[in-house]
């Protein structure tokens, strides 16, 4: 998971660079959020163990956050529905 927080009013942009971006090889699936505060979000799965490194989105120019990108990494337990 990667989030990031965009300067004051530029989420719009902070969220357009992140839909260019490329990863090196297909996650399983990948998928972008916005919210209040001008934060975006990414979340990728790869059929990869969570100690196995996977491809990770760059950090945005710096002009364009507020501070340094989050990254998680999490492993499925459970999917309901």
């Known amino acids: 998971m990667w989030e990031a927080r965009a300067e ?18 297909e996650p399983l699936r990948r998928e972008t959020f916005r919210a209040p505060g001008d934060r975006v979000l990414v979340v990728t799965w790869w059929p990869a163990p969570a100690a196995e490194p996977v491809p990770e989105l760059a950090d945005p120019p710096g002009e364009l956050v507020r501070r340094p990108v989050h990254r998680w990494r999490f492993e499925s337990v459970e999917v309901l529905g």
Do not use: F, T
């Open 8 to 25: 004051e009013g530029r989420g719009a942009e902070l969220l357009a660079w992140v839909r260019e971006q490329r990863l090196p090889g």
